[in-house]
């Protein structure tokens, strides 16, 4: 019996020795771009309270997100051409003209989340503008860049009001969000309109002299995607479970926003501190736009009809399944 008890222990570590080990599931970066505005929101509370990394673990993906800030669009997205960046935000119109550019080949660009439908707002500072019809010709009207959703919607309503829908292009000028919202207040530089966005759009309507003219629901009838999340085909057929581990996590930053706008607020105060705004402000205006975050999708058969319409696009997408990865093809997206 002796010798039974000292073979056993060799035996048992000889039995472990040969067992197949299974090798740590080795770290997968994802380079995440994104900007600035309230309309990140839900990505900051993806990086703050990894929720990339939760869904990724429940598609049995060890996920190392990183994220990486830009000044503006056109570099962002330049950087997922060239594959600095993984996944970058797009408004429709550059979405689908990125689309169309890079089709049938591994760089096309294609959505792989909604990210948020934060209604673009055009405000004035003229007591006499009720619609768009009513800017003199000197009056100018500002906009972030000249690719944003913004100018988008202009060119669709001054083809609603003037039948033409480049007719305030001479009129349009391209300003950041602050030096709008100053030049606004100040009625600088006959800068009469600016069309704005979160928060931008609550600083400037806290002067009493501005008022709202439209919004992209006058425009376009129904929800419109402000932002939208995407990446090359070639990623997502490496990366197949990409699209859906990241708009599971948009989703639920989506409802922590809806129901803890404080908390919310917070975190997004923690990435862009306020002069202006403290946290019950920004949450007392997340209240009022608490459905406009999520993955869904607005708005791509308006814009892509205007764009064909205006020979933006050679051969605009059938369906709005055409532009999105796999893995949304059956989430509610229009």
């Not at 089709?103 to 006499?128: C, F, H, M, W, Y």
């Not at 100018?140 to 000249?146: D, E, K, L, T, Y």
């Not at 501005?210 to 999340?229: E, M, R, T, Y």
């Not at 105060?269 to 306020?274: I, V, Y």
């Amino acid at each position: 019996m002796a010798g039974v008890r000292r073979v056993l222990p060799r035996f048992i570590a000889l039995i472990l020795l040969l067992m197949p080990v299974s090798p740590a599931r080795a770290e997968e970066p994802v380079r995440i771009g994104l900007g600035f505005g309230l309309a990140f929101l839900p990505i900051y509370i993806c990086e703050d309270l990894k929720l990339v990394e939760k869904y990724g673990r429940e598609a049995k993906l060890e996920l190392r997100p990183s994220y990486q800030r830009f000044l503006s669009a056109g570099p962002l997205q330049e950087s997922l051409a060239n594959g600095a960046v993984d996944v970058a935000p797009f408004g429709v119109a550059p979405l689908l003209a990125a689309w169309e550019k890079s089709k049938d080949t591994p760089q096309q660009i294609v959505v792989i989340s909604g990210l948020t439908t934060l209604p673009p707002v055009l405000l004035t500072n003229r007591a006499e503008v009720k619609t768009l019809a009513d800017f003199r010709p000197v009056d100018r009207i500002a906009v972030p860049s000249a690719s944003a959703p913004q100018v988008y919607l202009l060119q669709m309503q001054s083809e609603k009001v003037f039948g033409q829908h480049d007719k305030l292009r001479s009129q349009i000028v391209v300003l950041s969000h602050r030096t709008a919202v100053a030049d606004l207040l100040a009625a600088k530089d006959s800068v009469a309109g600016y069309f704005s966005s979160a928060p931008f759009t609550e600083i400037a309507l806290a002067d009493g002299r501005i008022h709202k003219v439209l919004g992209a629901n006058d425009v376009i009838d129904g929800k419109v995607s402000f932002l939208v999340l995407g990446a090359t085909k070639a990623y997502t057929t490496t990366h197949p479970l990409m699209a859906e581990v990241v708009a599971k996590a948009m989703d639920e930053a989506a409802r922590i926003i809806h129901d803890d706008p404080r908390r919310a607020a917070e975190i997004y105060l923690a990435h862009e501190p306020s002069a202006t705004f403290d946290a019950a402000m920004i949450a007392s205006d997340l209240g009022d736009l608490k459905e406009d975050f999520g993955s869904a999708v607005h708005g791509i058969a308006a814009f892509a009809d205007f764009m064909a319409r205006h020979g933006e696009l050679k051969s605009p997408p059938q369906s709005w399944k055409e532009i999105v990865a796999p893995a949304l093809s059956n989430s509610p997206n229009t």
